[in-house]
């Protein structure tokens, strides 16, 4: 829908993913066994990597990255980390990171790249959905249709420059007016569920469990009946 009309919008990644033409190239799978989701050129990638049953090391990672687990299971270990994700679980891999991966199952991963950003330390940054929230800021208040919700907010990581991070974030229930997102935003719902309406008309539900994208320039309504909760990724430029 995004690429067919040109609006940008947002993207359920669990529905692209089932979908979406893998590609295997030379190399490690981790870095070669991928598929790119259509998005807009720029320094932010969005993709699949699907990893078969099997073991393999990656020397050194081209990019900064965040990855969450759509479906098996997947053990990473480098440096001082050594842990097993399952579905639903995600950790950053700053620029340069080296590691181990082994898959008892199939597995497959979704990312979100960024190229371009300050130089990668290597480091492998686990983000905690159980972590304490701090309050943090309500959306704006002239876009808000009743009551100003309780936000908190947790981050985990965060680019030297400030543009790219990751980590959860909750609030109480509203509904917010269409806003134009400046950045684009991968979502996993920890807890509750929310419709998107974009400028098109097209509107989309998520629920617990769910994987999408809002991709920058996209123009979407929020709508959250109940509590939510949400690990995130978010590129957002200065």
Request: with cysteine.
């Amino acid at each position: 829908m995004t690429n067919a009309t040109l609006i940008r919008s947002f993207i359920d990644l669990r529905a692209w993913a089932a979908g979406a033409p893998v590609t295997v190239g030379e190399g490690d799978p981790f870095l070669a066994a991928r598929a790119q989701c259509p998005l807009a050129n720029g320094p932010i990638s969005v993709g699949l990597i699907t990893l078969a049953q099997g073991a393999g090391m990656v020397a050194a990672m081209p990019a900064d990255e965040f990855i969450i687990v759509e479906s098996g299971a997947v053990r990473i270990a480098g440096g001082a980390i050594d842990l097993t994700l399952g579905e639903g679980d995600s950790l950053v891999l700053r620029a340069g990171a080296a590691f181990a991966w082994s898959a008892d199952t199939d597995t497959r991963l979704l990312f979100m790249r960024r190229t371009g950003g300050p130089a990668g330390d290597g480091a492998i940054i686990p983000v905690d959905a159980n972590a304490p929230l701090a309050p943090s800021g309500a959306p704006l208040a002239e876009l808000l249709v009743g009551p100003t919700p309780e936000c908190r907010n947790h981050s985990d990581w965060k680019s030297e420059d400030g543009e790219f991070m990751a980590g959860t974030w909750d609030s109480t229930p509203y509904y917010r007016r269409a806003m134009r997102y400046g950045h684009f935003e991968l979502m996993y719902l920890l807890d509750g569920s929310v419709t998107f309406v974009d400028e098109a008309g097209a509107e989309g539900m998520f629920n617990r469990g769910d994987i999408f994208l809002v991709e920058q320039g996209a123009s979407c309504s929020w709508d959250s009946q109940v509590h939510v909760k949400k690990v995130y990724c978010i590129y957002r430029p200065a």
